[in-house]
């Protein structure tokens, strides 16, 4: 039941898209390499795989997908005692998770998890008034209990952290070193906008900083230790900027041409899995898959390719069988981001059997 409300939601109402130029010099400069290696990807692939109009294909292992959600999100329920260490579910931000699960399964009890994962971090932003490390910037919980209670300290915390967290002041960092903190400056920004404050002028400058870090790692080859499931957090970001600001052509390049050279460096076979890290490239690890498939399933869904539904369904299935969630942090990383491969991976093949054009407006993902 809890599978086909979520998949049901990726049929409803679609997000209205604002619009606005982007014509940074600084982005273009950060993204030159990008605009000669990308021209030519822009819809490039169509038609493979699957026909149009054929039966639909099921997600792979997606009922274990949901029996792990509940069996481990109830392990890891309350995990307030270990405060702010980052091995716990906070980390990659529980609160998000659980107010997710709780709309999968229409199950009140979930909020109250997802509230404990808030009365840790909420209070560690607000004690340090947003000015919290890079990487520890985690909005979405945030802005989902607000839509949901009203209450104005998530509102605050969640502002608070566009304005003060570490490099929301510059809107990350032009080297790929500083990727994930340029991606979470991307996502802190469009919560803030999403709560009514104006838009945040570093906006655009992080945008263009994403794209050059993914010309680094694919493009220039700059980076002596890229991870996928880095460019996974990158592809999140920008997908968010695509779908709520503009559709800006260079990020469907971009991220398409990041999971064509993750599928091609990084998969691993025989572990059904990505490496972690450049510099280990024998083993795959499926920890940190789901960070990484739902940016094949939005791919599918843009482009009808069905190169990128059978691809991200094997990270996707790798993950689920084979991610240790034993742990609140890998609980949270696994299903930070999963329930929008299942929502757009659910329409992008809705509209293949139904034979519709792809791309356009994607369901609403949050």
Same mark, same amino acid.
């Not at 997908?65 to 980390?91: C, P």
């Not at 592809?235 to 052509?249: G, S």
């Not at 993750?262 to 795959?284: I, L, M, T, V």
């Given at each position: 039941?809890?599978?086909?409300?979520?998949?049901?939601?990726?049929?409803?109402?679609?997000?209205?898209?604002?619009?606005?130029?982007?014509?940074?010099?600084?982005?273009?400069?950060?993204?030159?390499?990008?605009?000669?290696?990308?021209?030519?990807?822009?819809?490039?692939?169509?038609?493979?795989?699957?026909?149009?109009?054929?039966?639909?294909?099921?997600?792979?292992?997606?009922?274990?997908?949901?029996?792990?959600?509940?069996?481990?999100?109830?392990?890891?329920?309350?995990?307030?005692?270990?405060?702010?260490?980052?091995?716990?579910?906070?980390?990659?931000?529980?609160?998000?998770?659980?107010?997710?699960?709780?709309?999968?399964?229409?199950?009140?009890?979930?909020?109250?998890?997802?509230?404990?994962?808030?009365?840790?971090?909420?209070?560690?932003?607000?004690?340090?008034?947003?000015?919290?490390?890079?990487?520890?910037?985690?909005?979405?919980?945030? #802005?989902?209990?607000? +839509?949901?209670?009203? %209450? &104005?300290?998530? !509102? /605050? @915390?969640?502002?608070?952290?566009?304005?003060?967290?570490?490099?929301?002041?510059?809107?990350?960092?032009?080297?790929?070193?500083?990727?994930?903190?340029?991606?979470?400056?991307?996502?802190?920004?469009?919560?803030?906008?999403?709560?009514?404050?104006?838009?945040?002028?570093?906006?655009?400058?992080?945008?263009?900083?994403?794209?050059?870090?993914?010309?680094?790692?694919?493009?220039?080859?700059?980076?002596?230790?890229?991870?996928?499931?880095?460019?996974?957090?990158?592809?999140?970001?920008?997908?968010?900027?695509?779908?709520?600001?503009?559709?800006?052509?260079?990020? #469907?390049?971009?991220? +398409?041409?990041?999971? %064509? &050279?993750?599928? !091609? /460096? @990084?998969?691993?076979?025989?572990?059904?899995?990505?490496?972690?890290?450049?510099?280990?490239?024998?083993?795959?690890?499926?920890?940190?898959?789901?960070?990484?498939?739902?940016?094949?399933?939005?791919?599918?869904?843009?482009?009808?390719?069905?190169?990128?539904?059978?691809?991200?369904?094997?990270?996707?299935?790798?993950?689920?069988?084979?991610?240790?969630?034993?742990?609140?942090?890998?609980?949270?990383?696994?299903?930070?981001?999963?329930?929008?491969?299942?929502?757009?991976?659910?329409?992008?093949?809705?509209?293949?059997?139904?034979?519709?054009?792809?791309?356009?407006?994607?369901?609403?993902?949050?």
């Amino acid at each position: 039941m809890a599978v086909d409300t979520i998949q049901g939601q990726a049929r409803d109402s679609a997000l209205r898209m604002g619009r606005w130029a982007m014509g940074s010099s600084e982005a273009a400069a950060t993204t030159l390499g990008i605009a000669f290696a990308l021209v030519m990807l822009v819809g490039a692939a169509r038609a493979q795989g699957t026909p149009a109009g054929g039966p639909e294909v099921p997600i792979p292992e997606l009922r274990l997908w949901e029996e792990n959600m509940k069996k481990f999100g109830r392990q890891h329920a309350d995990e307030r005692s270990k405060g702010i260490d980052e091995s716990a579910v906070w980390y990659y931000d529980g609160e998000r998770v659980f107010y997710q699960v709780a709309d999968c399964t229409s199950d009140p009890l979930w909020n109250t998890f997802a509230q404990n994962s808030e009365e840790t971090y909420r209070a560690y932003v607000l004690q340090n008034n947003g000015g919290i490390p890079g990487w520890r910037i985690f909005p979405h919980g945030l #802005l989902m209990d607000y +839509k949901r209670t009203g %209450d &104005e300290d998530s !509102k /605050r @915390a969640a502002i608070l952290l566009a304005k003060n967290a570490r490099f929301a002041d510059r809107g990350g960092g032009p080297g790929e070193g500083l990727s994930r903190e340029t991606a979470y400056c991307i996502n802190a920004y469009l919560v803030a906008e999403a709560l009514g404050e104006p838009r945040n002028p570093n906006l655009q400058k992080a945008v263009g900083y994403a794209l050059g870090h993914i010309d680094q790692w694919f493009v220039r080859n700059s980076s002596r230790n890229w991870a996928p499931f880095m460019f996974g957090l990158t592809a999140e970001a920008l997908i968010a900027y695509y779908e709520q600001v503009e559709q800006d052509p260079r990020i #469907l390049s971009a991220i +398409k041409l990041g999971c %064509d &050279e993750c599928w !091609k /460096r @990084a998969w691993r076979e025989k572990e059904q899995a990505f490496f972690y890290r450049e510099d280990n490239p024998a083993r795959g690890t499926a920890d940190l898959n789901l960070l990484v498939a739902p940016a094949y399933a939005w791919v599918y869904l843009q482009t009808g390719d069905t190169t990128y539904r059978d691809r991200g369904d094997k990270a996707f299935a790798g993950g689920v069988r084979g991610a240790w969630l034993g742990g609140g942090k890998q609980f949270s990383q696994n299903y930070r981001w999963s329930f929008d491969y299942v929502k757009w991976r659910t329409e992008a093949e809705r509209r293949r059997v139904a034979g519709e054009q792809p791309g356009g407006e994607s369901p609403a993902s949050r």
